[in-house]
Each structure stands twice: as structure tokens, then as C-alpha cells.
């Protein structure tokens, strides 16, 4: 069982920067690939960025490429999202997600960034 838990969001001007975090505990955080997904009011949960288990691969929403980073500290079991140049359209709950093949996800929480105009 993996628990998941977000911090890092706020309430930021548009142009303005965030970091979020997700701490991960009770698995073996280095087998997992990680996602960070949001969810505006009203919208359906949408994908944000992923990165792989070792975290030589990532890939990222079209929405936010060149202005968010995924990393991972595995020593840590913490992956982070650095959000630059923040948009009023890139409010919403932020949740992490941890998956791997063949067995189930898990999800934290959520963290909710909210980016004034």
C-alpha cells in the first residue's frame, strides 16, 4: 500500500512560480512511474506530466510544455512539479498519481493551486 501526499500549492500571481511536492511511503517508491494530474471546477482530471520509474523518461500535456518540469528524488520518494510563467487556465487541484504494470494506482489527495490575473 502507497500513500501519497501533495504540498507545495497556493495562490500565485499569473507569471508567477510554484513547486509542488508528493512524498510517497508504505512501497518501494523506485519501481513506480509518476504522474502529476489536475482537476479544474466543474472539468474532468486531466493529464499534467509523467515520468519513469528511474526518471530518464518524461512527457508532458502540450498545455504546459517549456513551463513545467517533473523530477523524482527516489533517495527521497519524492517526485516534484516546478510550474513556471503560471496561468489563470492552470488553476485547479493538483494530485500525484504512482502506477506500474500490473498492479494497481495510487493516488494522493490533491494540493490546490489557484493563479490570479
Known amino acids: 500500500q502507497v500513500q501519497l501526499v501533495e504540498s507545495g500549492g497556493g495562490l500565485v500571481q499569473a507569471g508567477g512560480s510554484l513547486r509542488l511536492s508528493c512524498a510517497a511511503s508504505g512501497g518501494t517508491f523506485g519501481v513506480y512511474a509518476m504522474g502529476w494530474f489536475r482537476q479544474a471546477s466543474g472539468k474532468e482530471r486531466e493529464f499534467v506530466a509523467a515520468?519513469?520509474?528511474?526518471?530518464?523518461?518524461?512527457s508532458y500535456a502540450d498545455s504546459v510544455k517549456g513551463r513545467f518540469t517533473i523530477s523524482r528524488d527516489n533517495a527521497k520518494n519524492t517526485v516534484y512539479l516546478q510550474m513556471n510563467s503560471l496561468k489563470p487556465e492552470d488553476t485547479g487541484v493538483y494530485y500525484c498519481?504512482?502506477?506500474?504494470?500490473?498492479?494497481?494506482?495510487?493516488w494522493g489527495q490533491g494540493t490546490q493551486v489557484t493563479v490570479s490575473s
Open positions: 498519481k504512482a502506477q506500474r504494470v500490473g498492479a494497481r494506482d495510487y
Open positions: 515520468i519513469s520509474w528511474s526518471g530518464g523518461s518524461t
